[in-house]
């Protein structure tokens, strides 16, 4: 099956600008993630859709991040205006939990990023 | 804000040698995952641990979790030049009723592994 696409791979912007990534999950994948990954950090989770809908979006800084899923597939995260300490690597994954024996397991796919520099 | 604290942050060891990296978390859990990252590239699925587990195996990886010490470690055996990763360790708390941290990972520091041929 086809993983987690992306787009775009790179992005170079100016402080103050907009930026937008998007993501297409795997296919029949309800749950989506975006992750944010500074340099040497592990990555902080800013929103969690189900289906077409926000599960948790506490750690999104909601005057300038914003995201969407419409139709309950592809996804875009923008941010308006950026700051210099929005550089990161934007993470898109899926999931499709299932449960039995003890528990739900929620396995997360990956997609390759999105490297942003804000200048 | 990050559950996992991961040790060593980097390990730097000869094509052969085991490694191991252990994880500590603060809140109860319903599983365990480790996944591995290259360099410039997303993060990969390695291998689950359940809460009611001691001890898991996936070819030349060997999980252990004890959750009386809220801790995990991941062994690598023969370890090969194409393991040099960041491994991260992510809990999945135990779900609430209702609750919005099901499915919710949180992900430690990671420790960055250099494999040296």
Redo the contacts between chains.
């Keep these: 099956e086809a993983g987690v696409a992306q787009s775009p791979r790179y992005k170079i912007i100016e402080k103050r600008q907009s930026v937008a990534f998007w993501c297409n999950p795997i296919s029949g994948h309800a749950t989506l993630y975006w992750y944010q990954q500074i340099l040497g950090q592990g990555p902080k989770l800013l929103i969690q859709f189900q289906n077409n809908g926000v599960v948790d979006d506490s750690q999104l800084p909601k005057d300038r991040f914003s995201a969407e899923r419409l139709k309950g597939v592809d996804s875009t995260l923008k941010i308006q205006p950026a700051k210099l300490e929005d550089s990161a690597v934007y993470l898109c994954a899926s999931s499709r939990p299932t449960s039995g024996g003890l528990g739900t397991k929620n396995i997360q796919y990956f997609g390759a990023g999105t490297r942003l520099s804000v200048l | 804000s990050?559950q996992?604290e991961e040790d060593p942050q980097a390990l730097s060891i000869q094509e052969g040698e085991n490694a191991t990296m252990n994880c500590s978390y603060k809140t109860s859990i319903?599983?365990l995952?480790w996944?591995r990252q290259n360099s410039?590239?997303?993060?990969?699925?390695l291998i689950?641990i359940?809460?009611?587990e001691r001890e898991k195996h996936s070819g030349r990886l060997r999980v252990t979790l004890d959750t009386s010490k809220k801790s995990s470690s991941l062994l690598i055996t023969a370890s090969r030049a194409a393991d040099t990763a960041s491994y991260?360790c992510?809990t999945?708390p135990?779900?609430n009723a209702g609750g919005?941290s099901?499915?919710?990972?949180?992900?430690?520091?990671?420790t960055i592994l250099t494999v040296h041929p």
């Design positions: 990050q996992g319903n599983n995952q996944y410039g590239r997303g993060l990969v699925h689950l359940r809460s009611n991260f992510a999945d135990s779900s919005t099901y499915g919710k990972l949180t992900f430690g520091q990671g």
